[in-house]
C-alpha cells in the first residue's frame, strides 16, 4: 500500500513569508507526528496527533508554528513569518496507534529553504 | 532526560570491510530502540528495532544490533559492508509514556570507499 507521502517534497520561500506543509499518512493510522531535522542534525519531535487533536504539541519552537488534522487524516503544518532559521527538512510518520510497540513510518520529507 | 549520543559523526570503511556504528543512550526504564538509514533525498528507514527478548537483534539489509543494559548501547553491526550502504545512520529511542515519541541521536554518516 502506499507510504506516507508529504507535499511539496521542496518549498523556497523568503523570510517573512507564510508556508502550509502537507502529510498525507498511511491510511487507517491515527497516531500523526510532525519532526524537524536540521543540517546535520537528527530529527527532532514538533508535535503528536492523536486523531484529530494536537495531543503534545511542546516541540513546536514558537508560536509562528502551528499544525492542524482537522478530519484525522491529512495534517498541515504552518509557518508563519518564516526565518532563515527555520530552513530545514520537515518529516511527517504515522502508526497505527499510540504505543511503544507501533512503528512509525516517515514520508520522505519537505526541504524548506527561507532564503 | 531521555537522549541519544552517537559518537561518531563521520565514519569511512572499505567495501567488503566489517562496520560497527556506537548508539549510546540514557533513559531511566527499558529502552524501546531502533536504528534507521538514511539515504541522500531519502526519507528513513526502518533497519531494526530492540522492544525486549534476545538482545542481538537482526535486521534487513544484513545489520544486526546488540542490546548492552550495563553499557547502555546499542551498536549497529554488519560483517561486509557494501557500497551501496553508503547513508546516513541514525539510532533513536520511544517513550514509554505520553507521547510516544522518537529521540534521535545526531547520526552517523558512513562513506564506503570502492
Known amino acids: 500500500g502506499a507510504g506516507v507521502s508529504q507535499t511539496p517534497s521542496n518549498k523556497v520561500t523568503e523570510k517573512g513569508k507564510y508556508v502550509e506543509l502537507r502529510c498525507d499518512p498511511i491510511?487507517?493510522?491515527?497516531?500523526l507526528y510532525w519532526y524537524r531535522q536540521s543540517l546535520g542534525q537528527g530529527p527532532e519531535f514538533l508535535i503528536y496527533?492523536?486523531?484529530?487533536?494536537?495531543?503534545?504539541d511542546s516541540g513546536l519552537p514558537n508560536d509562528r508554528f502551528f499544525a492542524v488534522r482537522p478530519e484525522g487524516s491529512v495534517s498541515t503544518l504552518k509557518i508563519q513569518r518564516t526565518e532563515r532559521g527555520d530552513s530545514a527538512v520537515y518529516l511527517c510518520?504515522?502508526?497505527?496507534?499510540?504505543?511503544?510497540?507501533?512503528?512509525?513510518?516517515f514520508g520522505p520529507g519537505t526541504r524548506l529553504t527561507v532564503l | 532526560a531521555q537522549s541519544v549520543t552517537q559518537p561518531d559523526i563521520h565514519i569511512t570503511v572499505s567495501e567488503g570491510a566489517s562496520l560497527e556504528l556506537r548508539c549510546n543512550y540514557s533513559?531511566?526504564?527499558?529502552?524501546?530502540l531502533f536504528w534507521y538509514v538514511q539515504s541522500p533525498g531519502q526519507g528513513l528507514q526502518l533497519l531494526l528495532k530492540y522492544f525486549s527478548g534476545d538482545t542481538l537483534v537482526q535486521g534487513i539489509k544484513g545489520f544486526e544490533a546488540e542490546f548492552k543494559r550495563s553499557q547502555s548501547s546499542f551498536n549497529l553491526r554488519k560483517p561486509s559492508v557494501h557500497w551501496s550502504d553508503a547513508a546516513e545512520y541514525f539510532c533513536?529511542?520511544?517513550?514509554?509514556?505520553?507521547?510516544?515519541?522518537?529521540?534521535f541521536g545526531t547520526g552517523t554518516r558512513l562513506k564506503v570507499l570502492a
Open positions: 496527533f492523536q486523531g484529530t487533536g494536537a495531543a503534545d
Open positions: 510518520a504515522s502508526s497505527l496507534g499510540s504505543s511503544t510497540y507501533n512503528e512509525q513510518f
Open positions: 533513536a529511542v520511544v517513550t514509554t509514556s505520553g507521547t510516544y515519541k522518537y529521540i
Open positions: 491510511s487507517g493510522h491515527t497516531a
Open positions: 533513559y531511566g526504564a527499558t529502552p524501546y
